[in-house]
């Protein structure tokens, strides 16, 4: 049984010059010459001609075998552009509108497209039908809402690459040897009398080995994908009154945070998305760190303590003054690893930052600290450069020019899929396993890789990616 044919807003809810109804499926021309009248959409034609735009007059349809008198209403002068199967974004026939701006406009033609036959659409079942149809992989998918949603240059730029391919073609050099090998295999199963088919372990070994130095260049640039697509978080952290929210406001150049003399002033975590150059970037604002506060003060600085486990980035803040006496405050909580080695994640970075230079002289301090002035403006440019140099090292640009953008969901079976070969290989080397227990192994680790393309899926996983998407796309 065929899917049904649907329709949706494809372009923002809202006023504008122009909107775009997207009508997909095996009955979208049908659907389309109900309710269009336009150079290549009647009856008598077979089918208009694909991928050139007519203009027509827009209608409700006509009525159906009850009610064939039932008026016809004129709503709106559109082009109509239709699309034939397999050349459109869902392999399907499909029919796009693009009718004036406003949501009672658009709002109709969708409302007439479904009374000539066609069902609302799901939440990305555009795109879904375009990775069931073999149009995209589960990745390129994905990466569809990563482009959708994305907030910067740099973001866009990874999304629109891995859309074309990027993490696809490389999972591709993963998978297709290790396919090989497993149908070698099983093949070698059919024939375990014959020596000439069995496969020797040194190849196994190179293959798996090769195929675990690729996953494990994705997996170090694994937490790009997270910081490309939810931004840098960078947690301001020091003594009450040394000037986190005065510095907040200077590099968001306006007042975001309150700022004021008495100690304790910011008691919960004040958050501001920045965009800094191709990167966006998440500040937050924290309470002051120091051992007499009160009961109140103190679960703002349980927050902090949060927060600085969390963060990607840490400016740790201290006066000019106190700096040039040489007594720098150590932060008061051990920083390590995010997570374990392998994951992609990285050691949290920390900045030192004299606050309030400009009431001191220069003091002879270390390098490595830069100086503030919220007042004045002095060093706000340096301690950007401070932070663009310390990003540098995420990897970000790398990714992006890769087409990698990794989801959690990625990494996770990745990371199975390093562990698995990693073992296999051991157990080559120990035990000399047979084919049937190498074959196993080896089909575990392909369907975790079938899993990150969509070459494996389950309509639990689907419902799981296609969740994030809008209607209309």
């Known amino acids: 049984m065929s899917e049904p044919t649907i329709v949706a807003l494809a372009s923002p809810v809202g006023t504008g010059g122009v909107a775009v109804v997207r009508v997909s499926g095996c009955r979208a021309l049908e659907v389309s010459r109900r309710v269009f009248q336009g150079p290549g959409f009647s009856k008598a034609q077979a089918k208009p001609e694909s991928h050139r735009a007519v203009y027509g007059i827009l209608h409700s349809p006509p009525g159906l075998i009850s009610n064939e008198n039932k ?3 004129t709503i709106d002068q559109v082009l109509a552009l239709p699309m034939l199967a397999p050349h459109s974004y869902t392999g399907e026939d499909t029919v796009e509108f693009f009718c004036h701006g406003g949501t009672v406009v658009a709002r109709e033609v969708v409302e007439a497209c479904i009374e000539a036959g066609a069902a609302p659409a799901g939440a990305g079942e555009f795109t879904r039908r375009a990775f069931l149809n073999g149009k995209l992989s589960l990745d390129q998918a994905e990466a569809v809402a990563d482009l959708i949603h994305a907030e910067s240059r740099l973001s866009a730029r990874a ?40 496969i020797p372990e040194t190849e196994i070994l190179k293959s798996l080995r090769a195929a675990d130095r690729k996953i494990s260049s994705l997996l170090q640039i694994g937490s790009a994908g997270r910081l490309l697509r939810d931004g840098i978080h960078i947690v301001l952290a020091g003594a009450p009154n040394v000037g986190k929210s005065s510095l907040l406001n200077a590099l968001a150049d306006e007042d975001r945070a309150i ?3 008495q100690p304790g002033t910011t008691r919960d975590v004040v958050s501001v998305r920045l965009h800094h150059e191709e990167n966006v970037f998440v500040f937050h604002d924290t309470a002051g760190l120091r051992q007499e506060a009160g009961p109140v003060e103190r679960k703002g600085i349980a927050r902090t303590q949060k927060m600085l486990l969390e963060a990607d980035l840490i400016l740790h803040l201290e006066e000019a003054k106190s700096l040039s ?5 150590p932060l008061p909580i051990s920083l390590a690893a995010s997570v374990e080695n392998g994951s992609g994640e990285f050691t949290t970075i920390v900045i030192r930052v004299g606050t309030k230079s400009d009431l001191v002289a220069t003091p002879d301090l270390d390098e490595s600290v830069v100086l503030t002035s919220s007042l004045s403006g002095q060093g706000i440019s340096d301690l950007w450069r401070a932070i663009d140099e310390a990003v540098a090292g995420f990897q970000l640009k790398e990714a992006a020019a890769q ?3 990794l989801n959690q969901r990625h990494l996770h079976k990745l990371g199975l899929c390093s562990n698995e070969l990693t073992q296999l290989s051991a157990e080559i080397q120990k035990t000399s396993p047979g084919p049937e227990v190498i074959g196993t ?11 990150v393309s969509g070459r494996v899926f389950s309509e639990q996983l689907l419902e799981a990616v296609f969740s994030r998407f809008c209607v209309g796309k």
Request: hydrophobic fraction near 40%; charge should be negative.
């Open 325 to 329: 006496k040489r007594q720098e405050q």
């Open 159 to 198: 999304a629109v690459r891995q859309v074309l391919g990027g993490l696809k073609n490389q999972l591709v050099e993963i998978e297709r040897p290790l396919l090989d090998l497993l149908s070698r295999i099983e093949g070698s199963l059919e024939f375990a009398d014959d020596d000439e088919i069995a």
């Open 259 to 261: 700022v004021d003399k």
């Open 441 to 451: 192994l080896l089909s575990s680790i392909t369907a975790h890789l079938g899993e």
């Open 403 to 405: 087409g990698v953008v």
């Open 71 to 73: 008026e016809v209403t």
